[in-house]
Nanobody, 114 residues
């Protein structure tokens, strides 16, 4: 059964940093295009950053230059390094390749205080 387990969230002051991790329990992780998504109450999930199987990355304009996505295929893990955090980054963060993985994890909550 596929599982995605996000971790690393917490409470941080504006301008601070956090590193999120996501472990994925599949044996084909290396071919996945993994994304980090975030969601706030009443809003749809939005794509924050994405990394392809060959390591190419892209970012939402709102996080470009502040967030970095990376992956370790031998650990089935994708990371999101977040710096210069802003209150508007407050959200529940999820990882997924929704085209191939039909389940979502519970996410990890990030709260940025002003």
């Amino acid at each position: 059964q596929v599982q995605l387990v996000e971790s690393g969230g917490g409470l941080v002051q504006a301008g601070g940093s956090l590193r999120l991790s996501c472990a994925v329990s599949v044996n084909f992780f290396s071919v996945l295009t993994m994304g980090w998504y975030r969601q706030t109450p009443g809003n749809q999930r939005e794509l924050v950053a994405r990394i392809t199987s060959d390591g190419s990355t892209n970012y939402a304009d709102s996080v470009k230059g502040r967030f970095t996505i990376s992956r370790e295929n031998d650990k089935n893990t994708v990371y999101l390094q977040m710096s210069s955090l802003k209150p508007e980054d407050t959200a529940v963060y999820y990882c997924n390749d929704p085209n191939r993985l039909k389940v979502w994890g519970k996410g990890t909550l990030v709260i940025v205080s002003s």
